[in-house]
């Protein structure tokens, strides 16, 4: 699928959002990719995962593991792990720090991939790599749907992305005048109680 293919799949989906967003790195933008409007519809969700997995296994070969961070990368990892034919683990916060918990596990040799849905800071990825590091196996790289950094993001491992765009973001003190005069919203789940 091409860029424009995927974001007229979030277009389709009402989850091209535009307005004041604050992000999950604390960034601000006027632009907000609301994934989960898409994941609620199967259809869409098969269908951008099975490009996905696609491109995910000419790059890594037989995958294990799916583990993806909550709550984004929930749906995604389960969906890319059905089409892989493997199994898909999630991490959650708990007091913000990303754990895998429920008896989740991963064995000594099994090849993992990381799940997410948007790239921005690629905060999030980092803290899955190092969560990963406290448990065996192997992570050989990462996926997502959307990198809205253009490639630019550090995501600690290599990142196949179905799609690469370039959304602007900006520092909370440094916005351009048209977004300083908006209410800001934060539609992502860190920092929530
Ligand atoms: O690359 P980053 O700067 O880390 O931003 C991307 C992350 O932000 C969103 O998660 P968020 O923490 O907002 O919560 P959510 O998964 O519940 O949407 C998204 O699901 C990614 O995990
Ligand atoms: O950076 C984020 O938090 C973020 C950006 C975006 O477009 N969509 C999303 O779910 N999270
Ligand atoms: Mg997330």
Redesign the pocket.
Known sequence: MTNEEVLAVFREAGALLEGHFI???GRRSP?????ALVFSQPDKSEKLCAALAKKLTEKFGKIDVVAGPAV?GIIPGYELARQLGCRSIFAERVDGQLQFRRGFSISEGERVLIAE??V?TGLSFRETVEALEALPGEVVGGACIID?SGGRADVGCELVSLASVNFPDYDADDLPPELALMPAVK??SRGLA
Do not use: A, C, N
């Open positions: 992000l999950s790195s632009v907000f990719l609301q994934k984004g849905d948007i921005t809205r539609p992502g």
